[in-house]
């Protein structure tokens, strides 16, 4: 079945420093991919997605490619912000069909201090 | 407003008793998800309406889940004789359509504590 391989937090930062968040998934055939972001005490909001090879997803300063051949969509971020501090999930989802849930990793909490 | 709204957003409930939690999704949203979000986890699905038709609950941990979307817009997620082990967020999103790049977009939650 799908699935969705996240890095294993907590990760902490000082700010302006560099993120990357790893992420890699299984699936069959072609899926979109998402990065979701979880502030505390609220919902999941979308960060960014891609949904072909080689996409590039861009959203506030986050960015991460769509790496069919590594099947990976890393995080990453040049310099991070004490704002940026959440729980990041990645996710797939099936493109055709009725097979449209989002498959999530485990979420990567990241910590950014002054 | 006009994002996904879910009440209530806390319940406590004692473990045998039922509880029934709500979804308003988009309007206009054709899709409806709802997500089962243990402490520390992802987001797992749970079930999938499209309009009222429930296409897939696959996701549904037992027979004392149960939910509805009768009118094709507002759904109701209900879980009978709680148990401890359904302590959890349970996340409703919503999308133009089922299928496809749409995204989803997703409630606050109703954060389920089972006594």
């Known amino acids: 079945g799908d699935s969705v391989t996240q890095m294993e937090g907590p990760v902490t930062l000082s700010e302006e420093a560099f993120l990357t968040i790893n992420c890699t998934y299984t699936a069959t055939g072609y899926p979109s991919l998402f990065w979701y972001v979880q502030y505390p005490g609220e919902g999941l909001q979308l960060l960014l997605k891609?949904?072909?090879?080689?996409d590039k997803g861009s959203n506030k300063g986050f960015e991460a490619t769509y790496r069919k051949e590594t099947t990976s969509f890393h995080l990453e971020k040049g310099s991070v912000q004490v704002s940026d501090s959440a729980v990041y999930f990645c996710?797939?989802?099936?493109?055709?069909?009725?097979?449209?849930?989002?498959?999530f990793g485990t979420g990567t909490r990241l910590q950014v201090t002054l | 407003g006009a994002g996904v709204s879910q009440s209530p957003r806390y319940k406590v409930a004692k473990r045998g008793q039922d509880v029934a939690l709500r979804c308003d999704p988009i309007s206009g949203h054709v899709s409806l998800f709802w997500y089962q979000q243990a402490l520390g986890q992802g987001p797992e699905f749970l079930t999938y309406?499209?309009?009222?038709?429930?296409?897939?609950k696959s996701g549904l941990p037992s027979d004392r889940f149960f939910a509805e979307r009768p009118e094709g817009s507002v759904s109701t997620l209900k879980i009978q004789r709680t148990q401890q082990e359904d302590s959890a967020v349970y996340l409703c999103a919503s999308s133009l359509q089922g299928a496809g790049n749409q995204p989803q977009h997703f409630g606050d939650g109703t954060r389920l504590s089972i006594l």
């Open positions: 996710a797939l989802r099936r493109v055709a069909g009725t097979a449209s849930k989002l498959t």
């Open positions: 309406f499209q309009n009222e038709a429930q296409l897939d």
């Open positions: 891609a949904t072909k090879a080689d």
